[in-house]
């Protein structure tokens, strides 16, 4: 079964600053998509940024682009120019790609406060 | 249209009630999903549905009750719940081209109901 950790329960950043948020998963698999997720206190999950596993170019959202490396099956979230409408819980997510795989696996969330 | 929605947003029952929760999607997605998140957890999957067939179901208490009335809509049906069940409740849906490279499958979210049992 994959895992995903993301070992910053919080972080913060000054607005205009730049942050960036770990993820690292665990799998056996080759194929698999990842995905960034964002929850503001409004409560919708809202889609953050996306990566096929066999793309090697990093994906990148405007303000917000990936770091991502394969053997060390990291996939960590870089946000510049921090906004306050950025302060949310951000999870990271994987998805295998394996026969009809539809189920996300969910790391355990970073809480981001933007500070003025 | 590339929203999700559900309704009620806010919910109060007893635990001898009986309620719905209701979810709307017109994206043509062929995948639904039930989740149920903790404050500051990550959502839990309960049920998915593809093409109006329950595919995976959690290990649900049988309490909750899920329904697929058609490609666009689908149901929780909660009955004596428990304290413990308060939470906040979301609906996703995915496009479910079978897996493989055909997609990335992303999972679109309601804006979730949140429920009290008491």
């Known amino acids: 079964a994959q895992t995903v950790t993301q070992s910053q329960p919080e972080m913060s950043v000054q607005e205009a600053e730049t942050v960036t948020l770990s993820c690292t998963y665990d799998?056996?698999?080759?194929?698999?998509?990842l995905f960034w997720y964002k929850q503001p206190p409004s409560r919708q999950m809202i889609l953050v940024i996306r990566?096929?596993?066999?793309?090697?170019q990093n994906a990148t959202e405007n303000r917000f682009s990936v770091n991502f490396q394969k053997a060390a099956k990291s996939f960590s979230l870089k946000i510049s120019d921090s906004q306050l409408g950025d302060a949310a819980m951000y999870f990271c997510a994987y998805r295998s790609s394996a026969g009809s795989a539809r189920q996300l696996t969910f790391g355990s969330g970073t809480q981001l406060t933007v500070l003025p | 249209d590339t929203e999700v929605t559900q309704t009620p947003k806010h919910l109060v029952m007893g635990m001898t009630n009986k309620k719905s929760l209701k979810c709307e999607q017109h994206?043509?997605?062929?995948?639904m999903y039930w989740y149920k998140q903790k404050a500051k957890k990550p959502p839990e999957l309960m049920f998915v549905?593809?093409?109006?067939?329950?595919?995976i179901n959690e290990s649900v208490p049988s309490r909750f009750s899920p329904e697929c009335p058609n490609s666009s809509l689908l149901n929780l049906h909660l009955h004596a719940l428990q304290p413990e069940d308060s939470a906040l409740y979301l609906c996703?849906?995915?496009?479910?081209?079978?897996?493989?490279?055909?997609?990335?499958?992303?999972?679109?979210f309601g804006p979730g109901t949140r429920l009290t049992v008491l």
């Open positions: 549905y593809s093409y109006e067939k329950l595919s």
């Open positions: 996703a849906s995915s496009q479910d081209l079978g897996g493989g490279r055909a997609s990335y499958n992303e999972q679109f």
């Open positions: 799998t056996s698999e080759s194929d698999y998509y």
């Open positions: 990566q096929e596993a066999y793309k090697q």
């Open positions: 994206m043509g997605h062929r995948a």
